[in-house]
């Protein structure tokens, strides 16, 4: 869950410091558009090409590296001094996001219940959204007196402090172990959890092994069995990371050109993550007991799309704008997280991480667009009203698209290709 926090307070710092950065640089806050996409990039980068990583030399390796790596460029951010600097600095910190982000539900994934897997995934995600609500406050409150520079200085040197810990405690996935054949560090690491989960140093651990001597690739995730559902839930990720980016990435900017104080946009930002904390967790719960979440997320995306039409139009009401963008990051943020639980249960462990790499890349991609469109918005003086109105479109896509995912249900009994079993999961283990 600390890496999840800290994840979300660095991802959100360019939105929460744009304004005074674009005021001590005497540039608008539209031309800083280069350093958030940088960093957008960087995860596209450490998505596709690290992630994956950890389905081949472990969850743990990746995510240390990862963590690391984003907390240093973040740390280095406070000595930059134009905006070249900043954008090189953010996307050697992107990366090391995009490889965290996927494992850290591969993480939440292969840790929980089954039955509770969707609760356990939003709990991830909303930590991180927990991270922008908390960085949001902290940022209003030091920024006016110690300036933007010391929310980077708090960014990057909390993940680093938290690498010594993770190297220390953090353990590898019962999972990967077992797949990878390091059977006695499998019952060791279960046996720590719950003493009575294992009941000797030699008893058998299965697992329901469909590999079939292959390596994971981004190739098997475009098998016959699996492309449509590959390709459906791309258009997910794209437009629902879209919409999340397009919004908190220009949430204090937009209200600021608004005529809003710098202080209430900000808040607005905050108020906007507390939302997604909290609705993203109730929608991961709701999930694990619902007989359809296909349907359930369809809906609250529906719902996040009504929710950004009530936010265009209640800018001049403070208590109606943060009661709208409130219910925007519970049901446009809250159910992304939850998607990533149905990742989980289409494509098998061995495959999860590249898939949930992969396709957090395709959202990426949207999250690149999503901050220019609305930089390009926001520098041809567009009324804050229409860039929210705007938002509509990628919600009721990612909307569509989830509902369709449905069709394909059958993909989830042959996750690789023709003739292989169901997700695997571990056995020979009691209690966890």
Known sequence: MLVSLFDGFDALLMAITSPSIAREWGVSTASLTPAIVASLLGMIVGGVLLAPRADRYGRRPVLIGGVAL???????????????????????????????????????????????RATFITIAGASSAGGG?????????????????????????????????????????AQFLTLSGQMDRARKMLREINPRAVSSSDVQLIMLDDRQGRKPSVKLLFSRQLTPVTLLLGVVFFNAILLILFLMSWIPSVLTEAGLPEGRAVAASAVCNLGAMLGGIGIGMT?????????LLSICFTIAAVATVATALSINSTALLMGSVFVVGAFAIGTQMAVNSVVATIYPSWLRATAMGVLSGVGRVGSVIGPAIGGVLLAAHVPAKTIFLLAVVPAIIASVALAAVGLFAAARRNPSSDGERPTPELSGAEGV
């Open 287 to 295: 999930a694990d007991r619902s007989g359809n979440p296909r349907r």
């Open 70 to 116: 984003f907390g240093a460029m973040t740390l280095c951010v406070v000595v930059a001094k134009n905006l070249e600097q900043m954008i090189a600095l953010r996307f050697l910190a992107g990366i090391g996001l995009g490889a965290v982000l996927p494992n850290t539900y591969a993480y939440a994934a292969e840790f929980a219940p089954t039955r509770k």
């Open 133 to 173: 609500f908390l960085g949001g406050l902290l940022a209003s409150a030091i920024i006016p007196n110690s300036g933007w520079r010391s929310v980077f200085v708090i960014g990057g040197l909390l993940p680093i402090l938290l690498v010594p810990a993770l190297l220390r405690w953090l353990p590898e996935t």
